[in-house]
């Protein structure tokens, strides 16, 4: 039997819709039917297993997957055999301590002798032995949000989003303890037949996550402006210039980072740039 990498994803939840959205946009071609526990990729050989984000790390240990994908909150907290292969950059989140919004909270000695409930027993012992705080954990294994409320615990350490469950539970964010998002983990030393199919997928997951990062930006500008403009929007190797028939004027292509693109808008205008396109930009390999 031919080499297949196994990845496992979550069956369903926060996670499995852009899970599915990278792996398509990858260029892996799947049908998934709901119920489904398996997928067979049909033009790489790639198995997907849908299964529980909590059980993940533990299959990817066990080599039952080779890869997966979880939260790293999940990740972190189960303490598996598993390595960090890449930061996938969806389901960001955070996990906070919280304590009720009518309590004043004078800074992390706060938590000495409280009670604190929560699904990540792991990594709040971790914290708290961290910043030298006793503290008790109380932990169970959903709704943690109403604990104060019913009298089950003093503060409570959670994955916050918005911060509108913490909102209408009347609790506050005292301290963040982590920041998360959806990362990519694999069995360490893997086979080199399946490494070489991994490598391929992160050649793609690379380039779907350069392109989302970036747009395609063209402009028109006064030819005494291009050096400057250049300077401000490089690109990957340089612009592209071509002359307008327009005398003195050129046309310039190039790519801009979507983190400083406001920014370097600004300043091309200054510059005397003019009729700025941008586009999105689907794949993007340096
Ligand atoms: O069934 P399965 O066990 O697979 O899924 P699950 O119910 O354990 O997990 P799921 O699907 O809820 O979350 C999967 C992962 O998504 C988490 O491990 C995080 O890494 C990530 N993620 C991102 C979140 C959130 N955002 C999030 N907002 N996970 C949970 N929440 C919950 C949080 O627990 C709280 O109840 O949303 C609420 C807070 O949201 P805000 O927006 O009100 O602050
Ligand atoms: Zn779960």
């Not at 990498?5 to 819709?17: M, P, V, Y």
């Not at 996550?209 to 402006?225: H, M, T, V």
Request: charge should be neutral.
């Amino acid at each position: 039997m031919s080499t297949l990498l196994r990845i496992a994803i979550q069956k369903s939840g926060r996670l499995q819709e852009d899970s599915l959205k990278l792996l398509k946009e990858s260029g892996l071609q799947f049908s998934n039917g709901r119920d489904q526990l398996k997928a067979q990729v049909r033009n790489l050989p790639i198995e997907l297993l849908f299964l529980r984000d909590d059980d993940i790390p533990q299959y990817v240990e066990d080599r039952v997957a080779d890869v997966g994908i979880v939260g790293e909150n999940v990740w972190i907290e189960k303490q598996k055999n598993n390595e960090l292969v890449k930061r996938l950059d969806f389901a960001k989140c955070r996990l906070s301590i919280a304590i009720p919004r009518s309590e004043n909270y004078t800074g992390i000695s706060f938590l000495t002798g409280k009670n604190i409930a929560t699904t990540y027993p792991t990594i709040v012992r971790q914290f708290l032995k961290n910043n030298k705080i006793e503290a008790g954990i109380h932990e169970i294994s959903g709704s943690v949000e109403i604990a104060p409320g019913i009298g089950l615990a003093d503060a409570i350490c959670d994955i916050v989003s918005t911060g509108s469950t913490l909102l209408s539970n009347g609790l506050k964010e005292v301290e963040v303890v982590l920041q998360s998002e959806a990362v990519l983990i694999a069995t360490p030393a893997l086979e080199p037949a399946k490494k070489a199919i991994l490598d391929q997928l992160m050649f793609r997951i690379q380039a779907v996550q350069s392109a989302k990062n970036n747009k395609y930006i063209l402009l028109n500008c006064p030819n005494e402006a291009i050096e400057k403009i250049t300077g401000v929007i490089p690109g990957m190797k340089s612009p592209t210039i071509m002359p307008l028939s327009r005398p003195g004027w050129s046309s310039l292509h190039s790519v801009v980072n979507e983190n400083d693109f406001w920014e370097k808008i600004g300043q091309l205008k200054s510059f005397g740039a003019e009729g700025i396109l941008v586009i999105p930009i689907e794949k993007m390999i340096a």
